[in-house]
């Protein structure tokens, strides 16, 4: 895989195709939640921090990509733009009592989580700090499933420690440059469908699903709403010995180089 050739613009990869999708036909819909990281009990480097967090946005250009209909092709594409400064919002809720500062910290992560996106202005990522007491300190990353996703916050979690001990002690960053970014696979991969792959694993899951049923008959308890909703909820359901082995072994085979698990 190699950089793409116009560094402004790209196609959408197909699974951004889909999200951009649902976003047109419920715009804003906020699914994707605040992920609130806490660092509790430890002075905190707040220029540090925004330091570290813009590298971040400097390093990845997804984080800095926006979503809009091409006037030509009339295709969605991603348009990345140049790195440039911004401030990091801070909160400070030290002054109110310890539970008044804790629960004022949980409603503004709740408000953040109600927000909408927009794609097509963006920033698709949002940032809000909130320090309910002197040495206790919230960091809420939200961003939008289209330009992140679960392995992807691991790489960010890891990123920021790396940043904002550099910057603490005044250093350069110990990240190397990315050789290519997302919006180099995404026009890898529409090159590579287009040679013939698409056809081959369009005929592949037409027989593999061959006789399938037409509709999905689920159980339900109440009609299906006019406007999605989204809330759900959960069931904890205790694995047996066989597959909680099972579970271990597939954890264990993930940790080996070279071998990335898929959800």
């Not at 996106?117 to 002197?134: H, K």
Request: zero cysteines.
């Amino acid at each position: 895989m190699t950089r793409r050739t116009d560094a402004a613009r790209a196609p959408l990869s197909h699974a951004q195709q889909r999200l951009w999708f649902l976003d047109r036909l419920q715009p804003g819909l906020r699914s994707t939640p605040a992920r609130p990281v806490r660092a509790s009990r430890a002075p905190l480097a707040a220029d540090s921090l925004a330091a570290a967090l813009a590298e971040i946005v400097r390093r990845h250009e997804v984080l800095r990509t926006t979503f809009r209909v091409d006037a030509e092709s009339k295709d969605p594409v991603q348009v990345v733009a140049e790195p440039a400064p911004w401030t990091l919002p801070r909160v400070d809720l030290a002054g109110l009592p310890a539970a008044l500062g804790e629960a004022e910290a949980d409603r503004l992560l709740a408000a953040e989580r109600r927000l909408p996106f927009d794609l097509e202005r963006g920033p698709p990522p949002a940032l809000l700090p909130g320090a309910p007491r002197p040495l206790d300190h919230r960091l809420a990353l939200t961003m939008h499933h289209i330009v992140s996703d679960g392995w992807s916050v691991g790489v960010l979690r890891r990123e920021l420690q790396a940043l904002y001990g550099a910057a603490v002690g005044d250093h350069p960053s110990p990240l190397p440059e990315l050789a290519v970014q997302y919006a180099d696979f995404s026009a890898w991969q529409r090159r590579w469908l287009a040679g013939g792959e698409w056809g081959a694993q369009l005929a592949w899951w037409r027989q593999t699903l061959a006789g399938a049923p037409s509709t999905l008959d689920l159980p339900t308890d109440r009609p299906r709403p006019a406007v999605q909703i989204l809330r759900g909820g959960s069931q904890a359901l205790p694995l047996g010995p066989a597959l909680s082995a099972l579970a271990g072994g597939i954890a264990q085979l993930g940790r080996r180089p070279g071998v990335l698990l898929r959800s």
